[in-house]
T-cell receptor, first 116, second 118 residues
Framework: GESVGLHLPTLSVQEGDNSIINCAYS??????FIWYKQESGKGPQFIID?????DKRQGQRVTVLLNKTVKHLSLQIAATQPGDSAVYFC???????????????FGKGTKLSVIP | GAVVSQHPSRVICKSGTSVKIECRSL??????MFWYRQFPKQSLMLMAT?????????EQGVEKDKFLINHASLTLSTLTVTSAHPEDSSFYIC??????????????FGPGTRLTVL
């Protein structure tokens, strides 16, 4: 969820299979959610976002599902490729007043390893 | 997408010295930028929100006198780690939202700065 852990959960999938990465959030005030991909030694890279008034959003090979009732978010990656290997973080956003931005709280991340 | 840069990408310094990290939005103006730190195998933790032309807002537990933030212009925010100690060694990342991002509130992240304090 949005707590910080001492180690990252790992998900190993076979190349070509679908991946599902889950995230739980705790802040009910979050109304904007984003999935980021982070490769080693680099900054997070935007993958897909979803607003709280939606429960599903699709992008290219990725789908985000939001269940506000149980405060759960998931990222589905279709036909996973070796280049998808990275750490994936979910983030919940709370509006930052007066600036048109969101303050983000990051989940602890999941390491995705794709087996060729 | 929008581009955010950071400089330097890596820095090694001696304990007790100060280090300045720059965050620039290259193709957009950002009234607000965010500074995070990330320890190995851990998540990003928001340190402070940098506001152009005014004081930064610090998260609970972050010492404002140790982590000085200056948002001098709409494209530049700096984080200065003063009197750095080995426990300040971390990966520092900034982010900014492109206000012209066509309805999205996406924050774009810089590539990060690896600080090592000896």
């Amino acid at each position: 969820g949005e707590s910080v852990g001492l180690h990252l959960p790992t998900l190993s999938v076979q190349e070509g299979d679908n991946s599902i990465i889950n995230c739980a959030y705790s802040n009910s005030a979050s109304d904007y959610f984003i999935w980021y991909k982070q490769e080693s030694g680099k900054g997070p890279q935007f993958i897909i976002d979803i607003r709280s008034n939606m429960d599903k959003r699709q992008g290219q090979r990725v789908t985000v599902l939001l269940n506000k009732t149980v405060k759960h978010l998931s990222l589905q990656i279709a036909a996973t490729q070796p280049g998808d290997s990275a750490v994936y973080f979910c983030a919940g956003g709370v509006p930052y007043s007066g600036a048109g931005s969101y303050q983000l709280t990051f989940g602890k991340g999941t390491k995705l390893s794709v087996i060729p | 997408g929008a581009v955010v840069s950071q400089h330097p990408s890596r820095v090694i310094c001696k304990s007790g010295t100060s280090v300045k990290i720059e965050c620039r939005s290259l193709d957009f103006q950002a009234t607000t930028m965010f500074w995070y730190r990330q320890f190995p195998k851990q998540s990003l933790m928001l340190m402070a929100t940098s506001n152009e032309g005014s004081k930064a807002t610090y998260e609970q537990g972050v010492e404002k006198d140790k982590f000085l933030i200056n948002h001098a212009s709409l494209t530049l925010s700096t984080l200065t780690v003063t009197s750095a100690h080995p426990e300040d060694s971390s990966f520092y990342i900034c982010s900014a939202r492109d206000p012209s991002g066509k309805g999205t509130d996406t924050q774009y992240f810089g590539p990060g700065t690896r600080l090592t304090v000896l």
